[in-house]
């Protein structure tokens, strides 16, 4: 069956560092793939969207990378700050159902 | 991108009771999705509304239990029937808009069930 994995356990790093998030998928070939953030108790807001043909997509501090090869996505986030604390899913896309990983919350300590 | 809103935001409930949560969408979808995100867990779809026509479930959630309207393209409701404690959690619905199709989610309802 499809099988999204994203560190459980929380990720904390300094301010200004960089955050680095992984995503493993199995058994999927997604045409592309979307990251989000998740406060608590809201809903996800999009972030960014990688296609399976885009080795990269930037967006401000956010960068994203797609390994079809490795069936792997990586999130990162420079230059973080404390506001950058949050959940962060990933969600192959590509079928009708959306399917999200359990997401891996990044903590950023002042 | 769609901007969608969900009534109430939060509630406290009664066990043997019943909760219709609404979601409105400012744009005309062909699909709506309704989610269930109890604590520490991922999204878990419940179902999905498309208008004119009977919501799909996800297995393990049932008409009965989680009745679904889809009257029109911008308005869905999710009702949670005879709710208990394992009731509790965060409800979602969201939309999927653009080429490719992303996820739009509304802001959620909390609910706590006594």
């Known amino acids: 069956s499809q099988k999204i994995e994203q560190n459980s356990e929380a990720l904390n790093i300094q301010e200004g560092k960089t955050a680095t998030l992984t995503c493993n998928y199995t058994n999927y070939s997604p045409a592309y793939l979307q990251w989000y953030r998740q406060d608590p108790g809201r809903g996800p807001v999009f972030l960014l969207l990688?296609?399976?043909?885009?080795k990269e997509k930037r967006k401000e501090r956010l960068k994203v990378t797609f390994d079809t090869t490795l069936k792997q996505s990586l999130f990162h986030i420079t230059a973080s700050q404390p506001a950058d604390s949050a959940t962060y899913l990933c969600a192959p896309g590509g079928s009708y159902i959306p399917t999200f990983g359990r997401g891996t919350s990044l903590i950023v300590h002042p | 991108s769609a901007v969608i809103s969900q009534k109430p935001s939060r509630d406290i409930c009664q066990r043997g009771t019943s909760l219709t949560i609404q979601c409105q969408v400012d744009s005309q979808v062909t699909m709506m999705f309704w989610y269930r995100q109890q604590p520490g867990q991922s999204l878990t779809l419940i179902a999905t509304a498309n208008q004119g026509s009977e919501a799909t479930y996800e297995s393990g959630f049932v008409i009965d239990k989680f009745p679904i309207s889809r009257p029109n393209l911008t308005f869905s409701t999710l009702t949670v029937s005879n709710m208990s404690p394992e009731d509790s959690s965060i409800y979602l619905c969201?939309?999927?808009?653009?080429?490719?199709?992303?996820?739009?989610f509304g802001p959620g309802t909390r609910l706590l069930v006594l």
């Open positions: 969201s939309v999927s808009q653009g080429a490719p199709e992303t996820q739009y």
């Open positions: 990688i296609r399976e043909n885009e």
